[in-house]
């Protein structure tokens, strides 16, 4: 008599429809944005409360801007990691897990007696926010699929695109409602009820799954992947106290190592063994390659550009923090509403929808950049809102789409190792910019004091250059393929290993 075996990866539990979809996907889905918000809004939201902090704590300059760069580092560092022992132990159990230690890092931050401790604490929420990120991405493989996907990854990506956008305003409003010398300690406090709620509901309504049976972590590529990600990135997290020159042979040294960490990849994989990125994702896993240049070269001047609008409101303009965050929500509810939309588009359009999408971006920060400049003081932020808002528009049609594109044809037993490298991309392209561009801002106002309405001029356009190199690659993308909407072939299909449950 034949056994009936389940497949694996197939998800226990009753109630599960015939056609493998959960149906509590949509709530659960709901608990891992709301997570993921809170991890990428704490990479932007703490800049605004800096100044505050560095006094109530005595702390040096370079002390407190470790604050910022400790997170930013830490998630970068381990999202590829993270990705594959979700892949290998299960999504839902490394998210709880790295949920929970985010609440009590938060706590621990918020709770700091001094700085030492306040950026031991911002370094392990990092890590926490790192294993927290590929999950979310991977989960939307595991619990849908076809058109359902694609609205899926665009409440995705208008995750990304708001939690990037809003931290500054944010962290304004929260530095104006928790008034007083330790305010800013609200700003990590606020994490907690969040996310211990997020945590109690990931609980209830995040899908079982059997994990992978006999699954290795490759070690030396941890290592290698690792620390040529640190190498990469200390120079740019120290560029406020001169890191990239005096440490910029770590680049070298960065880029040695990761080149010994494809070929070591490359090795693993022909063997049959298990590499921690495998390399055929750039290969056989159509639009993946493509997609992450795009990421990568977007967030270089998507997240730099933040900092520099901050310094020009509030340095140049005398304008509050809060006022400063108000004046480019524009940019957000843009990015939030037309993520929105754009998910449902990209099954038609695909990566035509990219390319108008960072035409728009281009129009609007260009165009920004010279009201800024050009425009009377007083009037300058009322008739950049609009322009602001054409390309909030443009970015919420790059930002879930490409998540979309870039992972739809990737297996999901691989689903969690291939959005963390997607998203270290995002990581080192934002340190390159939050770094960059910062620094030419800086450096026009070296020449003239006065000259804050040339120096954004000059920073913001240089930050639409590596948006308009992400266009180009989207174009040439788009013409290959225009022969068809981007959905996935038949034959594509048949070859990639679905299980709705698996990991």
């Not at 950049?384 to 879930?400: H, R, T």
């Not at 789409?401 to 998203?423: D, F, K």
Request: hydrophobic content about 50%; glycine content about 14%.
């Amino acid at each position: 008599m034949r056994s009936r075996t389940r497949p694996q990866g197939a998800e226990r539990g009753p109630g599960r429809p015939q056609d493998g979809t959960d149906p509590r996907r949509w709530k659960a889905l709901w608990v891992t944005l709301v997570a993921g918000f809170m991890s990428l809004l704490d990479v932007t939201i703490v800049a605004v409360a800096l100044p505050t902090m560095q006094r109530d704590l005595n702390a040096s300059a370079p002390a407190i801007q470790w604050v910022v760069s400790g997170y930013a580092l830490a998630f970068a560092l381990v999202l590829v990691t993270a990705g594959r022992l979700g892949d290998a132990l299960g999504r839902r159990r490394i998210f709880l897990l790295a949920l929970g230690g985010f609440v009590v890092c938060s706590a621990a931050a918020g709770a700091a007696p001094g700085i030492g401790a306040l950026v031991a604490a911002r370094v392990a929420q990092g890590v926490c926010a790192g294993f927290l990120a590929p999950q979310n991405s991977a989960l939307i493989q595991q619990m849908f699929r076809g058109g359902e996907r694609g609205r899926a990854f665009g409440l995705f990506g208008a995750t990304v695109g708001i939690s990037s956008a809003i931290g500054p305003v944010t962290g304004g409003l929260i530095l104006a409602l928790a008034s007083g010398p330790e305010g800013w300690r609200w700003i990590f406090y606020v994490n907690v009820p969040v996310g211990a709620l997020a945590l109690v509901l990931g609980l209830r309504l995040l899908p079982h799954a059997r994990p992978a049976g006999g699954q290795r972590l490759d070690l030396p590529g941890v290592a290698l992947l690792g620390t040529g990600v640190l190498a990469l990135m200390l120079p740019l997290v120290l560029a406020e106290s001169g890191g990239v020159r005096t440490v910029w042979w770590l680049f070298l040294v960065g880029l040695a190592l990761l080149a010994v960490f494809a070929r070591w990849e490359r090795a693993v994989a022909a063997r049959e063994g298990q590499p921690l990125l495998d390399p055929r994702l750039l290969t056989e896993a159509r639009g993946y390659a493509t997609g992450a240049a795009i990421a990568t070269l977007y967030f270089v001047g998507f997240s730099g550009v933040w900092l520099v609008f901050a310094l020009f409101f509030q340095n140049g303009l005398g304008y509050s923090p809060l006022r400063s965050g108000l004046a480019v929500t524009p940019f957000a509810a843009g990015s939030a509403l037309a993520a929105f939309v754009a998910g449902r588009l990209v099954e038609r359009l695909g990566r035509l929808l990219t390319v108008c999408g960072l035409a728009g971006v281009v129009a609007g920060l260009g165009g920004t950049a010279l009201i800024l400049h050009w425009a009377p003081t007083d009037l300058a932020p009322w008739l950049a809102a609009p322009v602001l808002f054409l390309g909030g528009v443009g970015s919420g049609c790059v930002i879930s789409p490409n998540v979309t594109m870039s992972l739809r044809e990737v297996p999901v037993r691989m689903a969690g190792a291939a959005g963390g490298a997607l998203q270290t991309g995002q990581r080192l392209g934002g340190a390159v910019g939050t770094a960059a561009l910062p620094g030419l801002f800086y450096l026009v106002l070296a020449q003239d004091d006065d000259q804050y309405r040339t120096a954004v001029a000059v920073a913001v356009l240089c930050g639409v250059l590596p948006v308009l190199a992400a266009l180009v690659l989207a174009v040439r993308d788009w013409r290959r393929h225009r022969g068809g909407t981007g959905r996935s072939r038949p034959e594509d299909r048949a070859h990639r290993p679905v299980h709705a449950g698996h990991g």
